[in-house]
């Protein structure tokens, strides 16, 4: 009788296996179709035109981030959390619930509460760290290192230091989410002529009331923004429009005259 040699199958602790804006954008989907109705995951599987299976861990995702609430035997429906995200009152409301929302599933309170103003391990190391000490195995670890440095880059969590802390969060990044949704046409309309920008040669912000903020960058760089103190809404959309033409400036590494 031949013998076969059986790999052992090690069952990993649980783990988000897509990034918060990618939560964020399946909780909007069922947010959109139920409500704030308990909906089963067999209904979402079929309005996604997914199977069950195909669903399940993603949507166990939402739920760690704390995007989504289950109900035993009921199913499930956005949080408070979510709604305060997807309706926020305030920019600074939506910034910290995203942190919050960061700071939900299990795993990453322990990663959280371990390098807390230290520098994270590399891609390669944290998968190993992951196995040894909170029992996520094999292709689960990479896949756990991937998700949880994705989110720590995307929410920006590293200071110019490169050192983790969720304090770090930058308001800049809360509209990351929307940005991808808009990347395709702003990928259509990169064969557009830029505008080359002119260094401001003289300082016009003597005599005028402004606030500053200073943002730290990759390899010790800095950013300084000046705003006025009454500054509105309207203003605010003028700047996220200022900065989706820096990025084409960046990408195409138009020089100033």
Do not use: C, W
């Amino acid at each position: 009788m031949e013998n076969r040699l059986k790999k052992e199958v090690r069952r990993s602790n649980a783990y988000p296996s897509i990034t918060l804006d990618e939560a964020l954008d399946l909780t909007e989907f069922v947010y959109k179709n139920s409500g704030h109705s308990y909906i089963k995951l067999e209904d979402i599987a079929s309005l996604m035109k997914k199977s069950v299976g195909g669903i399940s861990q993603r949507i166990g995702s939402a739920v760690q981030y704390n995007l989504l609430e289950l109900k035993s035997g009921t199913g499930y429906r956005p949080s408070d959390l979510f709604k305060k995200i997807y309706k926020p009152i305030s920019q600074n409301e939506k910034h910290q619930n995203l942190v919050d929302a960061f700071n939900s599933p299990k795993l990453y309170v322990e990663l959280i509460n371990k390098y807390e103003g230290s520098i994270l391990p590399s891609d390669v190391i944290l998968p190993n760290i992951l196995e040894r000490d909170h029992s996520i195995y094999d292709d689960a670890a990479r896949k756990a290192s991937q998700v949880f440095l994705e989110n720590v880059k995307t929410l920006g969590l590293l200071n110019s230091a490169n050192e983790f802390s969720i304090n770090n969060a930058n308001s800049n990044n809360d509209n990351k989410h929307e940005e991808k949704k808009e990347e395709v046409n702003s990928k259509s309309e990169a064969k557009n002529p830029i505008s080359r920008p002119t260094p401001n040669t003289q300082d016009d912000n003597t005599n005028l009331d402004l606030l500053k903020i200073e943002i730290g960058l990759s390899n010790n760089k800095k950013a300084v923004i000046f705003y006025p103190k009454d500054m509105t809404n309207l203003d605010v959309e003028i700047i996220k429009l200022q900065v989706s033409v820096l990025e084409k400036i960046v990408e195409f590494k138009i020089k100033p005259e």
